[in-house]
C-alpha cells in the first residue's frame, strides 16, 4: 500500500476543473479584445498616485495583441509591474506555505496545537466556533487581512476535522469570515482607506453604520455556519466533501485530547515554537495598516515566518530525517497551483494588453447618466462586481475606478459615501467566488474541496449577504448617508 504524501495534495481532478474553469476565462478576454473597442483615458499623478483624468477618454487603434498572445499570457504576466510586485510574491508565499503544512503534518504539530484548543474550551466547541469566527472577521474588517490569513488555514481545517466537521466548516469560519469582514470595511485601509482618500472623503469617516452592517453580517455568518455544522454532526455523509475529506480526517481521528502536550516534552517545546511565530505572524497583520512598508512585503514575509515556525516545530517535536521527505511531499503538493495562479493573473493582462479596460470604464461612465441615486448606486455595485472578475486587488480597482464615479456619483445625487460603499461591496463579497482570485486558488490548493463543491456551498451564503447590503444600500440613500 502506498504511504500517503504529508502536507496539501491537489487532486489531478480538482487541477484539471480549474484549469477547465480560468482557460475558459482567458479566452472569453481574449474575444472581448476583439468585439469591444479599444479606448484610453489619460494618467495623472495626484499625491504620487496614478489615476485616470475622467475627462480625457478617446478611442485608439486597437493595439497588436494577436490571439496566440493569448496563451502565452500566463507567461507575460510575470514580467510585467503587477506579476513582479503581485504574481511573484503570491506564488513564493504559496511554495513556502505549502512546505512548511507538509512537515507540520508528518510531525503531528497541527494535531497538539488542536488537542490543547478544544481542551481550553472544555468541549463547548460551537462557542469556539463563534469566537473563531468572530476573529477572522475582525481582522478583516479592522486591518483589512486577507490573503496574510492562509497560512492558518491547515490549523483550522485540522480543528473542524477533530470536532466531527468537514473542510468547508473549516474555511467557513476561517478564510471565508476573514473575506466577509474584510467586504464590510469598518476601517479596511486597503478599500474604504484609500477609496476615502481618492474621493476627497475624511478617511474612515461614517463608520457608525458600517459598524451596524458588520453586526448584522456576523449574524449571517454565524447563524449559516453553525446551522451547517450542526447538520453535519446530525449527518457526517450529507458533507458535500465527504469522501473527499476521509483521507484529511484519518489524520486527526487518533488522538487523544488530553494526552499529546503533557506526555510529550518534545511536542509542548515544538508547540511553544510555533506559537511564537504565530503571535509573530500575527504581529504583522496587526501593524500592516500602520506601517507603509509591510504593506508590499506582507506576504512573503507572513510565508517565511511560517515555514521557519513550521519547520522549526517539526525538528523540535523530533520528525528527524522525514521531516526533509514531508517539506518536499508539500513543496509538489502545492506546485500545481503556481500555473493556475499565472492564468488567473493572465485575464487582466489580456484586456488591459488589448486595450480595451477603459473602453469599459468609459461605457460604465455613460451607463450612470441620468440614474436615479439608489440606481447608480446599485450599477456601482454591479461594475465592481463585474471588473473583480478581472482585476482582483481592491487597490488597483479604486485607481482605476474612484476617479470616475466620483465625479458621476456627484452629477446624478449618489453621496459619495455611498459610492465609496457600492465599491467596496462588489470589490469585497466576490474573492471567495471568483476563480480568478489569488487567495480562493490558494486556499482551495491546501484542501480536498474542489471549485464547483466550493461555489455551491458559498452561494448558500451569498444569497443572504447580496440583499443586505443593497438594503444597506437602499436605506444609505434614503438617509443621505454622510458626510458628503
Known amino acids: 500500500m502506498t504511504a500517503q504524501k504529508s502536507g496539501a495534495q491537489i487532486s489531478a481532478k480538482a487541477f484539471i476543473q480549474a484549469v477547465a474553469i480560468i482557460f475558459l476565462l482567458m479566452m472569453v478576454a481574449g474575444v472581448l479584445t476583439l468585439t469591444i473597442p479599444a479606448g484610453e483615458y489619460t494618467r495623472v499623478l495626484v499625491d504620487g498616485r496614478e489615476v485616470i483624468d475622467p475627462a480625457t477618454f478617446r478611442v485608439i487603434d486597437r493595439p497588436d495583441f494577436p490571439i496566440w498572445r493569448w496563451f502565452t499570457a500566463p507567461f507575460e504576466v510575470l514580467a510585467t509591474p503587477d506579476g513582479l510586485t503581485k504574481v511573484l510574491p503570491i506564488i513564493l508565499f504559496i511554495l513556502l506555505v505549502g512546505t512548511a503544512f507538509g512537515i507540520m503534518d508528518r510531525s503531528g504539530i497541527l494535531q497538539a496545537v488542536i488537542a490543547r484548543i478544544v481542551k481550553t474550551f472544555g468541549g463547548r466547541k460551537y462557542v469556539l466556533l463563534l469566537v473563531v469566527t468572530f476573529f477572522f472577521m475582525a481582522l478583516g474588517t479592522f486591518f483589512g487581512i486577507f490573503e496574510e490569513v492562509i497560512p492558518l488555514v491547515p490549523l483550522m481545517i485540522g480543528l473542524a476535522y477533530y470536532l466531527g466537521w468537514d473542510s468547508l466548516t473549516g ?44 453586526v448584522v453580517v456576523y449574524l449571517i455568518l454565524a447563524v449559516f455556519i453553525v446551522q451547517y455544522a450542526r447538520k453535519i454532526d446530525r449527518r457526517p455523509e450529507s458533507s458535500p466533501v465527504y469522501l473527499e475529506d476521509q483521507a484529511g480526517k484519518a489524520k486527526f481521528g487518533s488522538f487523544e485530547v488530553n494526552d499529546i502536550m ?38 512573503p514575509l507572513t510565508g517565511l515566518l511560517f515555514v521557519i515556525g513550521g519547520i522549526g516545530a517539526g525538528l523540535i517535536s523530533g520528525a528527524g530525517r522525514a521531516a526533509w521527505k514531508a517539506a518536499w511531499d508539500g513543496f509538489v503538493g502545492i506546485l500545481p497551483a503556481v500555473p493556475l495562479l499565472m492564468m488567473a493573473a493572465s485575464v487582466k493582462h489580456i484586456i488591459a494588453s488589448g486595450g480595451i479596460l ?92 474542489p471549485y464547483p463543491k466550493w461555489l455551491r456551498w458559498v452561494l448558500g451564503l451569498w444569497v443572504w449577504i447580496i440583499p443586505v447590503t443593497v438594503v444597506f444600500l437602499a436605506i444609505a440613500v434614503a438617509a443621505n448617508y454622510g458626510p458628503f
Open 262 to 299: 503533557s506526555t510529550d516534552p518534545r511536542m509542548k517545546r515544538a508547540a511553544v515554537f510555533l506559537g511564537i511565530f504565530f503571535g509573530l505572524i500575527l504581529a504583522v497583520l496587526v501593524a500592516i495598516p500602520f506601517l507603509d512598508f509591510l504593506r508590499d512585503i506582507a506576504l
Open 171 to 214: 474555511l467557513g469560519m476561517s478564510v471565508l469570515a476573514t473575506n466577509v469582514g474584510f467586504s464590510t470595511a469598518v476601517f479596511n485601509p486597503f478599500t474604504i482607506g484609500i477609496a476615502h482618500q481618492l474621493s476627497g472623503l475624511p478617511l474612515y469617516s461614517g463608520a457608525g453604520p458600517r459598524v451596524a452592517l458588520f
Open 358 to 449: 477603459d473602453t469599459v470604464l468609459h461605457w460604465a461612465n455613460n451607463g450612470l447618466t441620468g440614474a436615479t441615486p439608489l440606481t447608480a448606486a446599485l450599477v456601482i455595485y454591479l461594475l465592481t462586481l463585474v471588473l473583480e472578475l478581472f482585476i482582483t486587488s481592491g487597490s488597483a480597482k479604486a485607481f482605476l475606478l474612484i476617479p470616475i464615479l466620483m465625479p458621476l456619483a456627484d452629477l446624478v445625487g449618489v453621496n459619495r459615501q455611498i459610492a465609496v460603499s457600492a465599491y467596496t461591496f462588489g470589490d469585497g463579497f466576490s474573492n471567495m467566488v471568483y476563480p480568478t482570485n489569488a487567495a480562493l486558488l490558494i486556499t482551495l490548493s491546501l484542501t480536498v474541496i
